[in-house]
């Protein structure tokens, strides 16, 4: 595989469950986001990693919760999440400089 | 603080036209860098263009062509001769140069929906 992929593609869940959306990127950079993408509103930065540490939590509630192993690896762990987190979830990594960041394909999400 | 502005929400064209996506942005740093990014319907988000401010020479590259205006603060987006693939949303993006190994932050303008119709 290459470039930046993530699973599930789609995602449909209860208020009350848990679940985990993962990322992987086979491109060498040791940089990784998480963006979230609403209708009708600009693409909102959430999480950022440098080499494993969190490096930047934009206020982002606690019912969402990031995890980086390691440098190819980004999980967002969901849970007790509302109707209004309903989006497409986008990871990125960046490359050596992080100056161009590299996308997946997304997780749509829908919570009932 | 950093803003991006795409002013045009959607745009219809036939295809074999030509159009241009405007993109404006507002920074107080003199050192920035300028993306243009198309998302198709499947949702991925594709690199299109990086842009240094130092570097203001306009760019080609098959059907598309970057203006990059500093005085204006705009770097528009034009695809010529437009054809039904490119039909996506297409975001304009800033960010700041970060020293030392920090990592940039992404400023994304709202998007431009192209649908070129055949």
């Known amino acids: 595989e290459t470039g930046v992929t993530q699973t599930p593609r789609h995602l449909v869940m209860g208020m009350t469950n848990k679940k985990s959306l993962k990322c992987e990127q086979h491109?060498?950079?040791?940089?990784m986001y998480w963006y979230k993408q609403s209708a009708k509103k600009p693409l909102e930065l959430m999480f950022v990693y440098n080499f494993k540490e969190q490096t930047e939590n934009n206020s982002v509630p606690s019912r969402f919760s990031p995890e980086c192993p390691n440098s190819s690896h980004l999980f967002l762990h969901l849970h007790t999440l509302q109707p209004e987190d309903s989006a497409l979830y986008l990871c990125a990594s960046g490359d050596k400089d992080h100056e161009t960041q590299y996308f997946g394909p997304g997780t749509r999400l829908l919570v009932l | 603080a950093q803003k991006v502005t795409q002013a045009q929400t959607e745009i219809s064209v036939v295809e074999k036209e030509d159009v241009t996506l405007d993109c404006v942005y507002e920074?107080?740093?003199?050192?920035?860098?300028l993306f243009w990014y198309k998302q198709p319907p499947s949702g991925e988000l594709v690199f299109l263009i990086r842009r240094n401010s130092f570097d203001e020479q306009n760019e080609i590259s098959g059907r598309y062509s970057w203006n990059f205006q500093k005085s204006t603060s705009s770097f528009n987006f034009t695809i010529t001769a437009s054809q039904v693939v490119d039909s996506a949303v297409y975001f304009c993006a800033l960010s700041e140069v970060n020293y030392g190994g920090a990592t940039n932050k992404l400023i994304f303008g709202t998007g431009t929906l192209l649908a070129v119709q055949p």
């Open positions: 491109l060498g950079h040791n940089a």
């Open positions: 920074t107080r740093d003199t050192t920035y860098y």
